[in-house]
């Protein structure tokens, strides 16, 4: 075969980072060295949501789910021996994505680099941190404020790099259909757009080089059609907004720029060799069409479901990208979709639903409105609950995990416990030691004396990125940074859409959540409570909190009195609460891996309340051995992502609250 002009790859990420700087840029340098063009890097939840190691919420979640960069020095160790102004890097970071921006461009001045030539993306959408992903501090005013001083800034002094990178990933993962996905990115590219302009920090002339720099980050599920037709969708519906709206002439500030992180909440942890056929797939829908091809691609690895993944499961992911890219035919063609009807058809009727849908948003005052009134969550929760009834159902088919379960025995996870990588729970404390020596040796009037003048700034109007950069250059902290913000602009915390999601589990006679619902009345009855209370908690830092809403929907669709507070709260904050709604159980969910430190404290803080009776459950991203673990402590049971059937979740909770209060079991089928 005659050999063909092939276009170039599209630039290919691991997300990765782990235990500390130093660990994490070795693996960082592993990775480009086996061929990766680009970085990705994942901030441990105290970076993300502005607080120090040594902070009480930051207990357990230290290098658990990214590199903890806690100051200057961290991000120098993160980025040595990596030149930064040959490099492509993506930080995925929204709250503090200011302070991260500020740290990564003075490592880069120190390097000797031009910061005019730093090329990389700040993800800096807090809007689905308010709808899913739930690492948000600030409220959305000050936070869009924070956003609309970044972009203004980069335009001047960083114009190769992109300060926003408009995230629906994790709006699917929260439940979102192809339109809520569109539509609400898309709101939000619209309100973060008005306020830059409105803000007078960039001249008309240049607005273009604003709308030229805005990417997107999406998700791609397995829905390989459906995904491959709303790239085209959200392609055309961006043109048509930045040329309608903004007067936008040039085609190439025009562009749909988007880069992509295939499902990682749809692997399974039943037969998860079958998530590495899933992330092929999900890699073709935002590869294969040309006209709607991603600029980045990142994949998960196949035991994400189980824990952290090791090197060679992230070298496995990235390979699967190279044959692709090296091996096939794909970039030798034009679009292999154009002219299609059917693709057409999809396409056209995506953009007309996700119009109504923007109109729908605009009309309640924009996204940040939306968000405010609890609208946005409120839809995401409901769409959820009715997709996990859907699999409950068996209507939509998950295989091995409700249709085809039987199976051999998988070489892959003969030994879990050498499966997954695991973070040496000794890491935190050399972390924290490593801070207080840097606060020790630092020029503490220039600190004391940067932050001063950050307060000072956000207190008025005066742009935001130079005095953050000064604190980054004084040896100011990531706490101590998002604390004196915290001073100015408060907290923040976003609704929870449970009280307001529609009943979503079928309930008629002889149906499962009917039957659950009788085990719950009856045992209210018999403990002569009136209605049976669940706690809802989510300690530590984990956003994540979709598997927790569906819990919580659930328990009240089956008589429960739920008692759920959010995102964030502390093992004293949740003890506190359970006794004093006086609960009949406490649920907690945890997916980042810190409930090796944060259960065990809810376990003793019980016991000191002389509450050592009451049942707790525990759900989340847990390894097996760990799962042994916890029970041994005194948990009463754990649930992991195999366990997807939600009312027979309830169910099991009804029994434990009978076991613990010495009640008979009840012989009602589930």
Not at 114 to 143: C, M, W
Not at 160 to 183: D, K, M
Not at 290 to 308: C, H, I, T
Not at 469 to 477: I, K, Q, S
Request: aromatic residues 6%; proline residues 5%.
């Amino acid at each position: 075969m005659p050999s063909r002009p092939k276009d170039r790859p599209w630039l290919m990420r691991t997300y990765a980072g782990h235990s500390t700087a130093e660990a994490s840029n070795e693996l960082y340098r592993r990775n480009l060295a086996k061929g990766q063009t680009g970085l990705s890097v994942a901030f441990d939840l105290p970076t993300q949501t502005g607080y120090d190691p040594d902070h009480v919420l930051a207990r357990g979640e230290v290098g658990r789910v990214g590199v903890p960069v806690a100051h200057l020095g961290d991000m120098r160790k993160l980025f040595r021996d990596i030149p930064l102004e040959r490099m492509n890097t993506s930080m995925t970071i929204n709250a503090t994505a200011m302070w991260l921006l500020a740290l990564y461009q003075v490592v880069a001045e120190e390097q000797g680099a031009d910061p005019g030539a730093l090329q990389g993306t700040t993800q800096n959408d807090i809007v689905k941190e308010y709808l899913s992903r739930g690492t948000h501090v600030f409220p959305p005013g000050p936070s869009l404020r924070l956003t609309t001083d970044m972009i203004a800034y980069t335009v001047h002094h960083l114009p190769r790099w992109n300060p926003i990178n408009i995230c629906s990933y994790h709006l699917q993962e929260a439940g979102a259909t192809p339109v809520q996905e569109i539509s609400y990115a898309l709101s939000t590219a619209v309100a973060v757009l008005d306020a830059v302009f409105a803000s007078g920090q960039v001249p008309p002339e240049r607005r273009g080089e604003v709308v030229g720099r805005i990417s997107f980050f999406v998700n791609a599920g397995v829905r390989f059609i459906e995904e491959m037709c709303k790239m085209r969708a959200f392609s055309r519906l961006w043109d048509e907004v930045t040329r309608e709206r903004y007067g936008i002439e040039d085609a190439r500030q025009r562009r749909f720029r988007y880069g992509v992180q295939v499902n990682s909440l749809g692997l399974t942890e039943a037969q998860p060799e079958n998530n590495v056929q899933r992330i092929v797939l999900e890699m073709l829908a935002v590869t294969l069409s040309k006209d709607a091809r991603a600029r980045a691609v990142q994949l998960p690895a196949w035991n994400e479901a189980l824990g952290l993944p090791r090197p060679w499961d992230q070298q496995w992911s990235l390979r699967i990208q190279q044959v692709l890219a090296h091996e096939s035919d794909l970039l030798e063609y034009e679009d292999i979709f154009a002219g299609s009807h059917v693709i057409e058809a999809e396409v056209t009727a995506l953009m007309d639903e996700c119009r109504t849908e923007m109109a729908r948003i605009e009309e309640m005052g924009g996204v940040m409105a939306a968000v405010e009134s609890g609208y946005l969550k409120s839809r995401l929760v409901t769409s959820h609950a009715e997709r996990r009834a859907r699999i409950e159902s068996g209507e939509e088919k998950i295989i091995g995990v409700n249709v085809f379960e039987a199976t051999e025995p998988s070489p892959l996870t003969a030994d879990l416990d050498t499966a997954i990588m695991t973070v040496d729970p000794a890491n935190e404390a050399r972390v924290v030691a490593a801070l207080h020596a840097w606060r020790e040796e630092r020029d503490e009037v220039r600190a004391t004396e940067a932050l001063t003048a950050l307060r000072k700034a956000a207190a008025g109007t005066t742009a935001l990125m130079p005095v953050t950069l000064e604190c980054a250059r004084a040896g100011v902290t990531t706490g101590e940074w998002a604390w004196a913000l915290r001073d100015v602009f408060g907290e923040f915390r976003a609704p929870t859409g449970v009280s307001s999601a529609p009943l979503t589990g079928v309930a008629g006679p002889g149906t499962p959540l009917a039957s659950v619902r009788a085990k719950v009345s009856r045992t209210a009855e018999e403990l002569g409570c009136g209605r049976l209370r669940l706690l809802v908690g989510k300690p530590g830092l984990d956003g994540h909190s979709n598997g927790a809403e569906q819990i919580a929907v659930r328990a009240r669709d089956a008589g429960f009195e739920v008692v759920y507070q959010g995102i964030r709260l502390t093992p004293q904050q949740i003890v506190s609460a359970a006794l004093a709604e006086d609960v009949h159980c406490v649920g907690l969910s945890i997916l980042s891996g810190s409930h090796g430190e944060l259960v065990p404290d809810v376990l003793a803080r019980l016991r000191a309340a002389g509450a050592a009776e009451l049942p707790v459950i525990v759900g989340g991203i847990i390894p097996a051995a760990d799962a042994a673990a916890l029970r041994a402590a005194g948990v009463a049971a754990v649930f992991t992502p195999k366990d997807f059937g939600i009312t027979e979740i309830i169910g099991r909770i009804v029994d434990e609250i009978r076991t613990a209060n010495r009640l008979d079991p009840l012989e009602v089928p589930v």
